[in-house]
């Protein structure tokens, strides 16, 4: 037992560290992507919804394009890309580059679709008051859609976690690596068990957080 913990141990803080890293690098990247489209397909916000629909049509391509790769095939193709960025393409860090570019785009969707499921009235009320696009959107629509993206950002979390195992594959370290080189590979079925327990239990975990976070956001209204 004390074998299998001590195995397990830093996998788990490799995962961790694949999950939250993405996912800050998403949370920004997609965020910012999100924000975009929803100002630039909204009219009353942005003034300029016709002018910007072309560039508005290239972003929806985009996102499209990158949320249709399979993760493991996206892995490979941006193999290049983190050997750009931190030097390798091999190890936990080099596997962050490959799980941010994939979240991101899920991540603009969330964030899009979280600000126009916001009632109408609230940005006519924003706009009457005279409060700045920048006001708007990030003092007054955001946190209207907190509950919305706190829950979409959870289940981005979950995905990450998925994706993180099968990092392990191209030696991305974490969980997934542990199942695969010790668990599959020298047939040692109580790590790999393991291994899926941990994964199971942090999954668990993530959602618990989000849903008590979303709760309490909501009940402070």
Known sequence: MAEVIALVARPFWETLLMVFSSTAIAGLLGGSLGLGLHYMANDRLSGHAAQLAIVKKVADRLINTLRSFPFIILMVLVLPLSRLIVGTSLGTVAAIVPLSVAASPFVARIVEASLSEIDPGVLDAAISSGASKRRILFAIL????????????????????????????????????????????????????????????????????????????????
């Not at 979390?157 to 010790?182: E, F, K, P, Q, W």
């Open 142 to 221: 955001i946190p209207e859609a907190l509950p919305s993206l706190v829950s979409g950002l959870t289940l981005t979390m979950i995905t990450l976690v998925g994706y993180s195992a099968m990092a392990g594959v191209i030696g991305g370290g974490g969980l997934g690596d542990l199942a695969i080189r010790y668990g599959y590979q020298r047939f040692r079925t109580d790590i790999m068990i393991s291994a899926v327990l941990v994964i199971i239990a942090l999954v668990e975990g993530i959602q618990l957080c989000g849903n008590a976070i979303t709760r309490g956001i909501r009940a402070r209204r």
